[in-house]
């Protein structure tokens, strides 16, 4: 999000056919939630696609990728890593520090949503393996619980540049304007 | 969640099959942060023996409940009603008033989460249409900032009963713990 040093959200492990949806979830909550990039395992393309194709509509900036190399993409990161786990540390006991540490020493933040299998090596390069909650529930809830606090809800303010359409928030019904380019 | 109103969660449309794990999703966040019981549609059986499930192993109190009458449920509800959609006023425009009609007036809430088809008699009958951002992305996670911005986060601290096992926040690793009842 502007302002603020680069967040980018990397989903870790797919199944193509059973995790479409939720892989794409994971990627439309990184764009509407604040993020800069997300980035898919290889044998997403098909999530990349409906990611790249909202971003077309709604506007961005926001990247979506693709990559074979999970494992090395997290080693290589340069800044801090945040793995989202049910096993972690709770958000609330972490959160101020993992603030500081994006706002105040302006390090880039990679942050891992797991899918099935996580390999121990992703709790170990990890700089904090947080719980938002520590209770079963969904990566996609717990990826946008954890941007919201990041951000401390300004990423709901954001506007979108290039966009070919955009919703007008009503009270009753559906608007939708079509955004004229200058 | 205990010292505030009821809060139940309805989902709102289910293809069985296609559907089965997003409405899952919408019920173990409900139920991770805050809301006291999920409704799904009649046909959504296998999602609500999932959550039942997960309720008897992580605790409670949470209750699944199937109806193949949503649109009575939500004409019949006795409180005040709120509809998520990409369409509705910004959340952050609305929050605080809804918080006061819960918290303060201590009315029960009903949060309506969209599947496809959301009639338009649903937007009449809300006491108020919310977007969590007005940009496509998931109904589960526009669920969970939803109830994190209610509850204020205080969900994040919620205890539960009767659980057969519980997580024990760790910075590194994995610990579960065996609950022994008395």
């Given at each position: 999000m502007q302002g603020y040093p680069e967040v980018t959200v990397l989903r870790y492990g797919h199944r193509p056919g059973r995790d479409d949806r939720m892989t794409t979830h994971v990627g439309l909550t990184a764009r509407a939630l604040g993020a800069d990039r997300v980035v898919f395992p290889g044998n997403a393309g098909q999530s990349e696609q409906t990611v790249a194709d909202i971003t077309e509509r709604f506007g961005g900036p926001f990247d979506v990728e693709l990559t074979d190399e999970l494992d090395a993409f997290i080693r290589d990161w340069d800044g801090f890593i945040v793995h989202l786990t049910?096993?972690?540390?709770?958000l609330q006991d972490v959160e101020s520090e993992i603030r500081r540490i994006h706002d105040d020493q302006r390090q880039p933040l990679l942050v891992v949503v797991g899918g099935e299998k996580v390999s121990f090596e992703v709790y170990e390069e990890a700089d904090f393996n947080v719980?938002?909650?520590?209770?079963?529930?969904s990566e996609v809830a717990g990826l946008a619980v954890f941007l919201d606090h990041l951000f401390d809800g300004a990423e709901l303010d954001q506007e979108y540049e290039n966009a070919e359409q955009r919703v007008i928030p009503q009270a009753l019904g559906k608007r939708v304007e079509e955004v004229d380019e200058e």
């Open positions: 049910m096993y972690g540390e709770r719980g938002v909650t520590n209770q079963p529930h």
